[in-house]
């Protein structure tokens, strides 16, 4: 029987998804996956809203459908359904089956590891902005005015937390790969490729590459050895 699925994709703000920034790589992620996987997509829901929000009638609404449908659940990364370990919890419990296809393989353990991960990683963003912004208040930047300081600074911010970000969702995964066996700079560029995942500028992955994310992310790097399928 053929695989089927419902598609749920979501951004972060009313711009992303006027302008449907991400919305374009969420999709063509889960169709390559279900074209290669071989499945039927029955349904696209798309959800604008914060991943930090607990209420989100558009995943309800898909998660109601995959019930009826006895369908899969199935979107691009992990942190799409949300970057709370109590939300991911909660989605478990419904006995709805999911698939983040930047980690399909992913058993419920260690769903749970990598949304343990998420919220850790989401709230040092939102302390390091909060930190580089009151050092820029410190220094006589004047936020509350458009002027070139400020959006220097915020331009700054920006970029960090989007590498932060990115390092935060990719490093699980760089985890998962090594456990695997696959221990080699450009054994893991290769794997990371091969699962169609993209560096933050959409190109190939390289050893340099991999050793930046290592690098940036640190000492959270972690190794699912002991983890156990459940």
Known sequence: MENEYVSYLRVSTERQ????LGI???????????????????????????????????LEDA?????????????AKLDRLSRTVTFMSRLIDTGVDFIAVDNPHANKLMVHVLSAFAEHERDMIAARTKAALAVAKERGVVLGNPNLGRARVLAHIAITTAADDFSANVAPVIAQIRTSGINSLRGIADALTSRGIATPRGGRWHPTSVRNIEKRFGEKMVTHSDLTPV
């Open 63 to 75: 998660i109601s459908l995959c019930r009826r449908k006895k369908a899969t659940l199935l979107v």
């Open 24 to 58: 374009d790589a969420q999709r063509s992620a889960i169709r390559r996956y279900a074209d290669i996987c071989g499945g039927t997509i029955l349904d696209e829901l798309v959800e604008v809203e914060s991943g930090k929000r607990a209420d989100r009638p558009i």
């Open 17 to 20: 998804g006027a302008v449907g």
